[in-house]
């Protein structure tokens, strides 16, 4: 999608904004003789930016506006290493707000919905992202931050939430616990926001099925406001994003190159707006496309696809590139497996070997599920894996983000 010239106005604005505060991109730009650019040939030739740089700026170093001027930050875990900070002015906070309400909005709930917050507050930008927005709308927040799912199940009865706000992992917990203990018709929930966890369409069947809901997919991340640039409509038709606050290229995540519009490959955020921490072609590692044409909706923003995946998920196996979502095409087709799935690769006497663990419930054959599901991969994708099947509700859930793929390869 071309940048407009609007859009590269305001590239310019972050631009100068970043200089002038001699911040970590600042110099960086200066180093690099940036003072503006004038056209979309121009702004692609610009440096992308990168996790490892905002860590090396750690703690306040990507800060672009004055000091009185912040009023908060957050973080994003490290996993590995430094954290990043994320510096934020009122009129940053007050911008995701709005953003936020808008992902609200487009999901169809309004300002008499009773809104459970699950994921965690605090330095996360999660809980407190899904708070701002719900108030921005007017809504009953029930803010109850992640765990404690008995205290979370009597609220959501009592006070009758009709919105869930959660991860995949966590919803699907909730969904199992209301089926096993059979008060799903005390539950008034009409509405699940999943937050940025990538997830098969058999995790949303089981979750929607399971507690008769409509599902939103969120999208965001700490570096660029949080969670809430972009949600997906009722149609379904992949998620609009806000291009009056962002602008979205996806690029080749091996050789950096823009890709046409249709083709997958990886996310690159640039801000238009931002204060504390603007940040210009910030590579993402979620694979995404964008989607041509409008939507039904009408809605005159564009949109990317669901999530398919993080370009360090791709893992490689024989020779072969793989990923999560290409295993979860395949499960899709067993209605005898559950959602739940894990991927182990491992080294075993010269040879990389990829056991698939599937749930599956006691009514098949265990060893003929198996051998089905890995002639399936085999033709699919184009290697024979190690599958075992096991009990439903063996694999782990998590309050936070399952994980999926262990690479035992490099342990
Ligand atoms: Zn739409």
């Known amino acids: 999608m071309q940048i407009s010239e609007l859009q590269l106005k305001q590239v310019n604005d972050q631009i100068d904004r970043l200089r002038l505060s001699g911040s970590f991109y600042g110099k960086k730009l200066e180093a690099a003789g940036i003072t503006g650019v004038t056209s979309h040939e121009d702004f692609i030739r610009l440096p992308f930016s990168e996790k490892a740089d905002l860590r090396n700026a750690y703690p306040l170093g990507l800060m672009a506006a004055r000091e009185d001027e912040i009023v908060r930050i957050h973080s994003s875990s490290g996993t590995t290493g430094l954290p990043v900070i994320i510096p934020y002015t009122a009129k940053d906070v007050d911008d995701w707000a709005i953003m936020f309400k808008r992902c609200y909005e487009t999901a169809g709930i309004t300002n008499m919905d009773r809104i459970q917050i699950t994921p965690a507050y605090g330095l996360w930008t999660a809980g407190i992202g899904f708070q701002l927005g719900a108030e921005k709308l007017g809504a009953m927040v029930i803010p109850m931050g992640p765990g404690n799912t008995e205290k979370q199940l009597t609220m959501m009865q009592d006070l009758g939430s009709t919105v869930l ?3 995949s992992s966590y919803a699907l917990l909730l969904a199992e616990e209301i089926e096993k ?5 005390r539950i008034k929930l009409k509405k699940g926001v999943i937050g940025s966890e990538r997830w098969g369409d058999k995790m949303r069947q089981r979750i929607s099925g399971s507690l008769g809901i409509e599902l939103y997919d969120i999208y965001g991340l700490t570096e660029i406001y949080g969670p809430g640039i ?3 409509c009722k149609y379904e038709t ?6 009056d606050y962002i602008y979205i290229e996806i690029i080749d995540p091996v050789t950096g190159d823009n890709l046409p ?6 996310i690159v955020i640039t ?3 931002k204060e504390g921490a603007p940040l210009i072609r910030y590579r993402t590692h979620d694979l995404s496309r964008i989607i041509p044409g409008e939507c039904p909706c009408g809605s005159r923003f564009p949109r990317i696809d669901t999530i398919m995946g993080r370009t360090d998920d791709m893992v490689k196996i024989k020779g072969v590139n793989v990923f999560p979502s290409q295993i979860e095409e395949v499960l899709k087709q067993f209605p005898e497996a559950s959602s739940e799935y894990q991927i ?13 663990y599937v749930e599956t419930n006691g009514s098949v054959d265990f060893a003929d599920l198996a051998a089905r599901i890995a002639s399936t991969v085999k033709s699919r994708i184009g290697f024979t894996p190690l599958v075992k099947v096991v009990e439903l509700g063996l694999l782990p859930r998590s309050e936070k983000k399952t994980k999926r793929v262990y690479d035992e390869r490099y342990e």
Request: with cysteine.
């Open 181 to 185: 203990r059979g008060i799903k018709d």
């Open 344 to 356: 182990r690769i491992s080294h075993l006497d010269g040879k990389d070997t990829m056991r698939l």
């Open 230 to 232: 972009g949600i997906n």
């Open 261 to 266: 519009d249709g083709e997958w490959g990886e």
């Open 271 to 273: 801000t238009l707006v």
């Open 165 to 167: 706000c959660s991860t």
């Open 238 to 243: 992949g998620m609009h994003y806000w291009d």
